[in-house]
Nanobody, 123 residues
């Protein structure tokens, strides 16, 4: 059974940085797409970023230029470097995987999720 485990959340002041990591176990081949979503209190879960095995990336407009997604295929891990954090970035962040890549993330089949890690940005 494939499991995803996030780490790296925490409390940071506005303008600060955090780095989230996700590790997957239970499969020998790294997932084709590794991604991040987030869910703020009272809101639905929304897309943040995704990266394909060859290295194509997709970002939500709200994080472009501030967040960077990366992956290590050999280790089956991926990271989300978050810079210039804003209070609106406060949310539970979930890592996820998909077997297919589309230019539109809404067409990807994100079907495996981690438990989430809390990110809180104070003003």
């Amino acid at each position: 059974q494939v499991s995803l485990v996030e780490s790296g959340g925490g409390l940071v002041q506005a303008g600060g940085s955090l780095r989230l990591s996700c590790a997957t176990s239970g499969r020998s081949l790294s997932p084709y797409v590794m991604g991040w979503f987030r869910q703020a209190p009272g809101n639905e879960r929304v897309f943040v970023a995704a990266i394909s095995r060859p290295g194509m990336t997709n970002y939500a407009d709200s994080v472009k230029g501030r967040f960077t997604i990366s992956r290590d295929n050999a280790k089956n891990t991926w990271n989300l470097q978050m810079n210039n954090l804003k209070p609106d970035d406060t949310a539970v962040y979930y890592c996820t995987t998909s077997d297919i890549w589309y230019a539109d993330y809404r067409s990807m089949n994100f079907n495996n999720w981690g438990q989430g890690t809390q990110v809180t940005v104070s003003s």
